[in-house]
C-alpha cells in the first residue's frame, strides 16, 4: 500500500522568504505520480505541482517548486518568496499505481502554513 | 468553466438521520472521485467512477455510505444512517478519462456535522 508521511504539522515562515515543506512517500512501484494541493481556510483544494517518477527535472510552478529526490523518496514542496495569502494547509499525495491518470490519490495529513508579516 | 461543485456546503443533522450530499464534476470529465477527511486526519478515498460505473469503491467505510452516479453526470453520497464518527469534510473530485491530465479538480466540500 502506498503511504505519505508530512511530518510537520505546523510551519511559520517569514513574509518575502522561502519555506520548504517535507513530504516522503512509500511505494514499491516503479511508475507512480507526486502531487500537492493547497488548502486555504475557505476550504477549496487548489492544485499546485505534479511531479512524475519518470520526470528527470524538478518540476517548477511559479514560486511553487518540487524538490523531487527519487532514492531517497521524498518530494518537498518549495515556496519561495513567501505571501500572505501563502497561509494555508497544504497536502501532498500520490496517484495509486495502474490505470493511467485515472487512479485515486493517497494523502498525507497535511502542513499548517502560516506566512508571518 | 464552471468547476466541481459541491451541495450542500454544511450540513448539521442526528445520529440516524439520513444525508444526501450531492457532487457536479466538470462538464466532460468521466472520472469522479469521493474523499472524506475526517477531523485531524487524512484526506481518505472512498470511491472512484468512471463516467456511471463504479470503478473502485475499496474505500467505502460500510454498507451505510452508498454513492450512485446515474447517467454519468452528477453523482450522490448517502449515509443511512449516520453515526457520530461520519462527521467531517467530504470532497468531490473529477478528471477527464484520457491521458494527458494528471490533475484531479477538487470541489469545495461539504462539511457534514453529526450529533
Known amino acids: 500500500a502506498q503511504k505519505i508521511t508530512q511530518t510537520q504539522p505546523g510551519m511559520f515562515v517569514q513574509e518575502k522568504e522561502a519555506v520548504t515543506l517535507d513530504c516522503t512517500y512509500d511505494?514499491?512501484?516503479?511508475?507512480?505520480?507526486l502531487f500537492w494541493y493547497k488548502q486555504p481556510s475557505s476550504g477549496e483544494m487548489i492544485f499546485l505541482i505534479y511531479q512524475g517518477s519518470y520526470d528527470e527535472q524538478n518540476a517548477t510552478e511559479g514560486r511553487y517548486s518540487l524538490n523531487f529526490q527519487k532514492a531517497r523518496k521524498s518530494a518537498n514542496l518549495v515556496i519561495s518568496a513567501s505571501q500572505l495569502g501563502d497561509s494555508a494547509m497544504y497536502f501532498c499525495?500520490?496517484?495509486?499505481?495502474?490505470?493511467?491518470?485515472?487512479?485515486?490519490?493517497?494523502f498525507g495529513s497535511g502542513t499548517q502554513l502560516t506566512v508571518l508579516p | 468553466e464552471a468547476g466541481v461543485t459541491q451541495f450542500p456546503s454544511h450540513s448539521v443533522i442526528e445520529k440516524g438521520q439520513t444525508v444526501t450530499l450531492r457532487c457536479d464534476p466538470i462538464s466532460g470529465h468521466d472520472n469522479l472521485y469521493w474523499y472524506r477527511r475526517v477531523m485531524g486526519k487524512e484526506i481518505k478515498f472512498l470511491l472512484h467512477f468512471v463516467k456511471e460505473s463504479k470503478q473502485d469503491e475499496s474505500g467505502m467505510p460500510n454498507n451505510r455510505f452508498l454513492a450512485e452516479r446515474t447517467g454519468g453526470t452528477y453523482s450522490t453520497l448517502k449515509v443511512q444512517p449516520a453515526e457520530l464518527e461520519d462527521s467531517g469534510v467530504y470532497f468531490c473530485?473529477?478528471?477527464?478519462?484520457?491521458?494527458?491530465?494528471?490533475?484531479?479538480?477538487f470541489g469545495p466540500g461539504t462539511r457534514l456535522t453529526v450529533l
Open positions: 511505494t514499491s512501484d516503479q511508475s507512480y505520480g
Open positions: 499525495a500520490m496517484r495509486e499505481p495502474g490505470g493511467g491518470s485515472a487512479r485515486q490519490l493517497t
Open positions: 473530485a473529477s478528471s477527464p478519462l484520457l491521458a494527458g491530465g494528471n490533475e484531479q479538480f
